[in-house]
């Protein structure tokens, strides 16, 4: 996420997405690791598969303007659940850290070579060099935003 775009996200209190037809939100996902309730379109794929619905966001059907307003005013309105599901992004946005999804990918890969007749699955040495690239990928995600953090300060 770029220096400007989270600066930008800090500001507000809510997130919203009203796209009818949405793959996989990544603005979504930006915006619940700054701690924001998200209010989106329950289109096909995308905002259902990141947002749980009342927890860290609210999801109103497609076309829907008046359950989008209505969604975005109950959480203007109401500053302790606004907070409440705030917290709970941040929290559950971690299901796309990057390491996370490093190690789901490996997984993956796994079960797939076990399946393929005639392969071996990686071996010691590869996963070690995975696994050690991932928690280093982990790593300097933490320290620069950790950085990004105390440069605002």
Same mark, same amino acid.
């Given at each position: 996420?770029?220096?400007?775009?989270?600066? @930008? #996200?800090?500001?507000?209190?809510?997130?919203?997405?009203?796209?009818?037809?949405?793959?996989?939100?990544?603005?979504?996902?930006?915006?619940?690791?700054?701690?924001?309730?998200?209010?989106?379109?329950?289109?096909? #794929?995308?905002?259902?598969?990141?947002?749980?619905?009342?927890?860290?966001?609210?999801?109103?059907?497609?076309?829907?303007?008046?359950?989008? =307003?209505?969604? #975005?005013?109950?959480?203007? *309105?109401?500053?302790?659940?606004?907070?409440?599901?705030? @917290?709970?992004?941040?929290?559950?946005?971690?299901?796309?850290?990057?390491?996370?999804? =490093? @190690?789901? +990918?490996?997984?993956?890969? *796994?079960?797939?070579?076990?399946?393929?007749?005639?392969? *071996?699955?990686?071996?010691?040495?590869?996963?070690?060099?995975?696994?050690?690239?991932?928690?280093?990928?982990?790593? =300097? +995600?933490?320290?620069?935003?950790?950085?990004?953090?105390?440069?605002?300060?």
């Amino acid at each position: 996420m770029s220096m400007t775009w989270k600066a @930008e #996200l800090t500001k507000a209190s809510i997130a919203v997405s009203s796209s009818d037809r949405e793959s996989f939100g990544m603005p979504l996902v930006e915006a619940m690791r700054c701690g924001l309730p998200v209010v989106a379109t329950d289109c096909p #794929l995308g905002p259902r598969e990141i947002i749980t619905r009342g927890v860290d966001g609210h999801l109103v059907g497609p076309g829907d303007a008046d359950g989008l =307003a209505a969604a #975005l005013c109950d959480l203007i *309105r109401d500053d302790t659940r606004r907070r409440r599901m705030g @917290e709970a992004a941040r929290r559950n946005s971690a299901r796309y850290a990057p390491g996370h999804i =490093a @190690e789901q +990918h490996l997984n993956l890969y *796994r079960d797939l070579l076990r399946r393929s007749p005639g392969r *071996r699955p990686p071996g010691r040495l590869q996963e070690a060099a995975h696994r050690a690239r991932t928690a280093a990928l982990g790593a =300097a +995600h933490t320290l620069r935003s950790t950085a990004r953090r105390a440069m605002k300060r």
